[in-house]
């Protein structure tokens, strides 16, 4: 009888060790994702560069790139149909919504 109780514990073990082995399988697919995260804020070169970073941030397909002094500003169409204008940081990647109205 007492061999009865001697399986829970082995099945203990072994539910230890796949959680063990899922919880690393996570960590280490989640760990490239955090590393690209940082890879995307660098300089941004071309009109290319900055359409691919604002397509990162909002949804949508890219209606035009304007090179300004220090940015570039791209408007996107939302799937929603909406139209927005990002302003992408030339120096460091950086996407932030554009504060001129008239662009929106």
Same mark, same amino acid.
């Given at each position: 009888?007492?061999?009865?109780w001697?399986?829970?514990n082995e099945w203990s073990d072994m539910f230890k060790s796949v959680v063990?082995?899922?919880l690393l399988v996570m960590l280490t697919l989640c760990a490239p994702g955090a590393m690209a995260q940082q890879?995307?804020?660098?300089?941004?070169k071309n009109s290319t560069q900055a359409a691919q970073q604002a397509k990162r941030h909002v949804e949508g397909r890219v209606l035009k790139v304007d090179p300004q +002094?220090? @940015?570039?500003?791209?408007?996107?169409? =939302?799937?929603?149909?909406r139209v927005v204008s990002l302003d992408v940081d +030339?120096? @460091?990647g950086k996407v932030k919504p554009? =504060?001129?109205?008239?662009?929106n």
């Amino acid at each position: 009888m007492t061999s009865d109780w001697v399986v829970p514990n082995e099945w203990s073990d072994m539910f230890k060790s796949v959680v063990t082995g899922v919880l690393l399988v996570m960590l280490t697919l989640c760990a490239p994702g955090a590393m690209a995260q940082q890879d995307k804020q660098k300089p941004v070169k071309n009109s290319t560069q900055a359409a691919q970073q604002a397509k990162r941030h909002v949804e949508g397909r890219v209606l035009k790139v304007d090179p300004q +002094k220090s @940015s570039y500003r791209v408007k996107m169409l =939302k799937k929603s149909g909406r139209v927005v204008s990002l302003d992408v940081d +030339k120096r @460091s990647g950086k996407v932030k919504p554009s =504060k001129r109205k008239d662009d929106n």
